[in-house]
């Protein structure tokens, strides 16, 4: 397996780049959460062979819950100076069809550790919760591309679910990460605002690790 987790990134090629001397933040942001990846990657029911609709109801409802919890930490980042719409095109919603579809889990509440782990980093970084914010950005931003490598590989073999969550934006997602790349280098313009962001990031892969881990506990 890559040590790059398919939640962020399994097309297969680079993500689409962005000038080298834009690109601290990011190198930072990468190199800050490549443990986290590698355990991702090697723990994830939904990437290795022969995975399963409930796999990814598990795997939806996991993301459902992280993402409603992660919601209002990056919602500052809709009207800062380099305003960026998370929920394009509408991933809860995705998800929520995704997962009536199958009529066979209730919707999840806004994951409790999740809003522990923002609120903890927030602590550490009280003037830089925009940073912050933009770290974590970073993760949900990037599974998109991961999602797509799973639909190309999933959607025969799960079909007629039409997997909608991990279809992302479409043809545009990777136009999209690159766009975003370019908000990310335009946000993170100081050592201090890249370290909130790190964390920020850090924080976002731990707490999604341990959604995973107690929808594992969970009975099917």
């Known amino acids: 397996m ?73 919602a500052p980042i809709d009207a800062g100076p380099h305003p960026w719409r998370l929920d394009d095109p509408g991933r809860l919603q995705a998800l929520r069809l995704d ?57 025969a073999t799960l079909a007629p679910h039409p997997l909608r969550y991990l279809q992302g934006s479409g043809a545009g997602t990777a136009a999209r990460w690159k766009h975003f790349l370019g908000r990310l280098a335009d946000a993170l313009r100081t050592p201090e605002d890249i370290a909130a962001a790190c964390a920020g990031a850090q924080a976002a892969f731990g707490a999604l690790q341990r959604q995973y881990d107690a929808q594992e506990e969970t009975p099917a």
Request: charged content about 20%; overall charge positive.
């Open 2 to 74: 890559s040590t790059t987790h398919p939640i962020h990134s399994r097309t297969g090629r680079a993500s689409p780049a962005v000038p080298a001397a834009r690109n601290d933040g990011l190198a930072a942001l990468r190199e800050a959460t490549r443990e986290q990846h590698a355990r991702l990657d090697a723990a994830l029911p939904l990437a290795r062979d022969g995975a399963t609709l409930q796999d990814y109801l598990r795997h939806a409802r996991t993301l459902a819950a992280w993402l409603q919890a992660l919601g209002p930490v990056i």
């Open 99 to 155: 997962l009536e579809d199958a009529a066979a889990m209730a919707w999840p509440a806004a994951g409790v550790e999740t809003k522990e782990a923002a609120a903890r980093v927030l602590e550490r970084f009280p003037a830089r919760a925009e940073a912050v914010a933009w770290g974590m950005a970073y993760v949900v931003e990037g599974s998109q591309l991961g999602g797509q490598w799973l639909h190309r590989r999933l959607s």
